[in-house]
């Protein structure tokens, strides 16, 4: 009692707190929606993102980030269905990614071209707009370890074509697939690796490193091609289009947020390419937090004054599991939080399932035509890579916690579905039948000697899809729901195994406990006789 | 007063196959039949009939002269007692629930004293037994429950599928005299099915030879030996002479 009327008393305060605040600061916000910043899955990215979000805020602007969204694909969709406002893209990926246009060679190769013919394309065919480049390109860099470079003698991608019967590349699952990558490589300079390796981008570097693979995809203002000391192949017959790093908003945003815009526009011809490798390389090889990383860099640019961004601390790489152990502890509100929303996730998702494939499977058991077909589709959504899954979701529901709710919503009903309707189905046939021919009503049949026998295995069905969910949820901060996931997902676009590590274990964890806690009480759903057989333990 | 049970020219096919060929037969009130023949002779086939689990394509249906087919399937299944070859009783009851289940069925105030007296007729009282698994009871045991299950509310009709057909020589020939004495006590019209004609013999008053769907011969078990009608009840007498020697001496 006493904490409502406290709540009901201070909440002027608050509201007046939360509407005045970016009024007062630029005199020109007008919702109190903030503005959603995303990101794609790699470092510069998640760099750029926050200096756009910090840039924002340091104007009065209430922001929302969602780092690490996902790739061009997933990114692209979910600023068009205004799902988030902002990220940042390169014009070559705008190009040939999303327009599939191909222009005259020297178009191609100019710049400044490229962007005018991306800027009115996406803004006639999208509603999109491009503000103007932040001042570097960041373009496809083939790179090599000085070694095999020496014994090879490359220097260009011609060389490499020449030797590429020899080597193993390791190139990114986006790059083998896209137009301006694998495919127009060997089709323009007649590249042929020997064999081509899927990498994730975090682990390419290493790979190379280790003489796992011999040639790898990267970004020309990566920070590990410093660190690792690789030579990157000279483009010699300009097959890469310009890839220019600019702001992509939606023009209606832009329509309704001008002083926003204006706001982003202060980065434009800041950056440039020496610069962008300085920051990468501190955030990629050193260690430093973007967020630091971001505030310094703005202050330096004098659009921030120092001091009024200060954001976490610069982390120690210590490697040691004690080092862990001190970096867990001082993530340990972040992660709890993370483990909330994770939980949040997997019970949502569960309880939906179970609501709606428990009384489909009795229902298919009374259906017995229609059973395999129906039980047999929902298998088929399980085998639907999970990440394919969220993308699909996002020009129906955009992103964030609804359409990863969904995503895992559908991958529980298939073990729950099966559980209960085979549970049903093969409960003790004669004692059905003796009590069908004693006169018991098909429900009283249900109630009484059907589900109970069943209940241990719709309990496995659903303690399978407790743990399928709980791991499929790391998935979901792709799309931007949160969970343990991030740490993982910004672990992989860093590099950082620490990072990656603090979301994985407590994942494992997670998954282990839920898996107990539902062997409980699948325990005490066990029919009678099975229970008392239990304990004597026979 | 226990209800007769009539069966006229009554017609069954499953697919292609004819389980039931024009069948009449009739069981007087408070007498045994034992339908006999091999498996596919479409005895059980006609056993499901009186209490409607087999629906016949043609003929007449009748428990204590009313058709069947104008009945309530769940008050009919409710006043005919019932037992199958593997007991059927719930698992996950105990056996006391298992045998108040019919009389909790028809809301019975005192379903649990029934229960009582129905295991103290077949001989497992139920102080001793009334709290008991199915399975922490041996075979027999687990028939007699179902014996008791079938008879706690006092029906008037009872159907057996091949009751004692799982069971060893001992607790079988045990629990035919316990079921003849029960059905004599509590005067109940019976129609037992089984493959056995020692056990046709010991407790029924009229035995019905069944083959492909058709009767080859009904009497009682005595005339069966003495008058074989058919070929077939011939050889079937002669297979059981020895078993059959001593219950007609």
Redesign the interface.
Same mark, same amino acid.
Do not use: D, K, T
């Given at each position: 009692m006493r904490r409502a009327a406290r709540l009901i008393v201070s909440l002027p305060a608050v509201l007046a707190l939360v509407g005045a605040r970016p009024k007062q600061l630029t005199g020109q916000a007008t919702t109190n929606r903030p503005i959603v910043v995303a990101s794609k899955p790699f470092g510069e990215s998640y760099l750029l993102c926050e200096m756009f979000a910090q840039l924002l805020e340091s104007r009065g602007y209430t922001v929302e980030r969602k780092p690490g969204l996902g790739a061009t694909e997933i990114a692209f969709r979910a600023l068009r269905s205004g799902a988030i406002d902002v990220y940042p893209e390169y014009t070559g990926t705008g190009l040939v990614a999303v327009l599939h246009d191909s222009l005259s060679d020297s178009v191609a190769a100019d710049a400044r071209a490229v962007f005018s013919h991306v800027a009115r394309e996406f803004e006639q065919r999208y509603g999109l707009r491009w503000l103007p480049p932040l001042g570097f390109q960041n373009t496809y860099a083939i790179a090599v370890t000085r070694k095999t470079a020496d014994r090879y003698n490359l220097r260009t991608l011609s060389d490499l074509a020449r030797e590429s019967p020899h080597l193993t590349a390791g190139f990114t699952a986006d790059f083998i697939g896209r137009s301006d990558g694998l495919v127009g490589l060997s089709r323009v300079y007649g590249i042929h690796p020997r064999g081509v390796r899927p990498l994730a981008p975090a682990v390419k570097y290493q790979a190379l490193a280790a003489g796992a693979v011999d040639v790898i995809d990267g970004y020309s203002t990566d920070g590990l091609l410093a660190k690792y000391d690789l030579i990157t192949l000279v483009d010699d017959r300009h097959f890469f289009p310009p890839y220019e790093a600019a702001a992509l908003v939606r023009s209606d945003f832009a329509r309704r947020q001008p002083g926003a815009i204006a706001t982003l526009t202060l980065l434009s011809d800041k950056l440039d390419e020496m610069t962008m490798r300085r920051l990468n390389r501190r955030v990629e090889v050193d260690g430093a937090d973007v967020k630091t990383v971001a505030a310094d860099e703005l202050t330096a640019l004098g659009l921030v004054s120092a001091g009024t961004a200060r954001y976490g601390q610069r982390e120690t790489s210590s490697e040691s599991a004690a080092g862990f152990a001190s970096y867990l502890w001082g993530r340990r509100a972040t992660l709890a939080t993370l483990t909330v929303r994770h939980l949040e996730l997997v019970a949502i998702a569960l309880l939906a399932a179970v609501l709606i494939a428990i009384p489909l499977g009795l229902l298919l058991e009374r259906g017995r035509a229609v059973a395999e077909p129906v039980i047999g589709g929902l298998g088929v959504l399980q085998t639907i890579p999970s990440i394919a899954l969220l993308a699909f979701m996002i020009p129906l529901l955009g992103v964030g916690v609804v359409p990863a709710l969904v995503a895992l919503w559908l991958y529980a009903l298939y073990p729950i579905a099966r559980g209960t309707y085979s549970g049903v189905r093969d409960a003790d046939p004669d004692a059905v039948a003796a009590a069908e021919a004693l006169g018991t009503t098909p429900m009283q049949r249900l109630m009484w000697v059907r589900l109970p026998l069943a209940a241990p295995v719709i309990m496995a069905g659903v303690r399978t899809a407790a743990v399928i969910t709980v791991g499929a949820a790391t998935l979901a901060a792709f799309i931007g729901a949160g969970g343990l996931g991030e740490p993982i997902v910004a672990g992989l676009a860093l590099a950082d195994t620490r990072m990656i590590l603090s979301g994985a274990l407590p994942a494992a964890l997670l998954a282990l406990v839920v898996d107990g806690v539902l062997a409980i009480v699948e325990r005490a759903v066990a029919p009678a006789h099975r229970r008392t057989a239990l304990w004597r333990k026979r | 007063m226990p209800s007769s049970l009539v069966a006229r020219n009554v017609f069954q096919r499953f697919g292609n196959v004819v389980a039931l060929d024009d069948v009449s037969i009739d069981v007087a009130a408070g007498s045994a039949t034992a339908l006999v023949g091999e498996s596919g002779s479409g005895k059980t086939t006609l056993l499901r009939c009186f209490?409607r @689990?087999t629906e016949p394509e043609r003929g007449e249906v009748l428990v204590g002269d009313r058709d069947v087919r104008g009945q309530d399937v #769940?008050?009919?299944?409710?006043?005919i007692g019932?037992v199958?070859q !593997?007991?059927?009783? #719930?698992? !996950?009851?105990?056996v006391l629930r298992n045998v108040a289940?019919?009389p909790t @069925?028809l809301s019975a105030t005192d379903a649990d004293a029934k229960a009582g007296d129905a295991l103290e007729l077949v001989g497992l009282p139920a102080d001793q037994f009334g709290s008991r698994?199915?399975?922490e009871l041996s075979g027999g045991q687990r028939q007699r429950v179902?014996l008791a299950?079938?008879v706690a509310a006092k029906p008037d009709v009872i159907?057996l599928d091949e009751p004692f057909g799982a069971l060893d020589a001992i607790s079988r020939a045990d629990l035919q005299t316990s079921f003849d004495q029960l059905r004599r006590q509590l005067n109940v019209t019976t129609l037992l099915v089984t493959h056995d004609l020692a056990e046709a013999a010991r407790l029924a008053d009229d035995v019905v030879v069944m083959r492909s769907g058709k009767i080859e011969q009904r009497g009682p078990m005595r005339r069966l030996v003495s008058a074989p009608a058919t070929e077939y009840v011939a050889r079937l007498i002669e297979q059981a002479r020895a078993s059959l020697e001593g219950l007609l001496a």
């Open positions: - | 209490n @689990l #769940i008050p009919l299944r409710r006043g019932y199958q !593997h007991g059927g009783l #719930i698992p !996950h009851w105990r289940l019919v @069925l698994f199915p399975h179902a299950r079938s159907l």
